[in-house]
């Protein structure tokens, strides 16, 4: 049985005994809160409770490192959105401590996919497309200088609602101690 099989067997459990209805809620954040975050699953359901935040209290973005890579990419859309259009009123970048995309290199990322049998000639494909693989799958040396650029990037976005509070923090994985970096008034 495939992880697919063993998920749609549980759901249709789930939906029968009407397991859902504890998390019901809309799609406004209950605490105005919108928070970037990485994708490190030590962080699924550490990083909600440390944040004392329930179903339904924030927009959490996830991605690998916390980290915005384009001031006009996805990610900052999704802040965008959420501070117009789903009433969130403040924003979090929240990386951690031991991430890995701490001083993750590109090459190691391209030789695996060699190895999987990725034909690199698709990487001419990708460059003709205008991204730069190298620097896309490339890492940050410190999480605090990621978190403290992101809060930058953010903070000076030419879309971002004024007086917006934008916060920089770092979670230790192991333990969920908060450390602020930067807060915002």
């Not at 029968?16 to 970037?36: C, H, M, R």
């Not at 730069?132 to 976005?157: I, P, T, Y």
Request: contains cysteine; hydrophobic residues 40%; aromatic residues 6%.
């Amino acid at each position: 049985m495939s992880m697919l099989d063993d998920i749609l067997e549980h759901n249709k459990q789930f939906v029968a005994e009407k397991q859902y209805e504890k998390y019901q809620t809309s799609k406004f954040p209950n605490k105005k809160l919108v928070i970037l975050t990485c994708m490190d699953t030590r962080l699924i359901e550490l990083l909600p409770k440390a944040l004392n935040l329930a179903n339904g209290d924030a927009k959490i973005i996830k991605n690998a490192g916390a980290l915005i890579s384009h001031p006009f990419g996805s990610v900052m859309r999704s802040i965008i959105v959420s501070l117009y259009e789903l009433q969130a009123k403040e924003v979090a970048i929240i990386g951690h401590y031991g991430c890995g995309m701490t001083g993750l290199e590109s090459d190691t990322i391209m030789q695996k996919a060699a190895t999987s049998g990725i034909d690199m000639a698709n990487i001419e494909t990708v460059s003709y497309a205008g991204v730069d693989v190298e620097k896309w799958l490339k890492g940050f040396d410190d999480v605090e200088e990621n978190v403290r650029n992101s809060v930058e990037l953010v903070r000076r976005h030419p879309l971002l609602p004024k007086h917006t509070p934008v916060h920089g923090l770092v979670i230790c994985p192991e333990t969920g101690k908060l450390t602020v970096l930067d807060r915002d008034s």
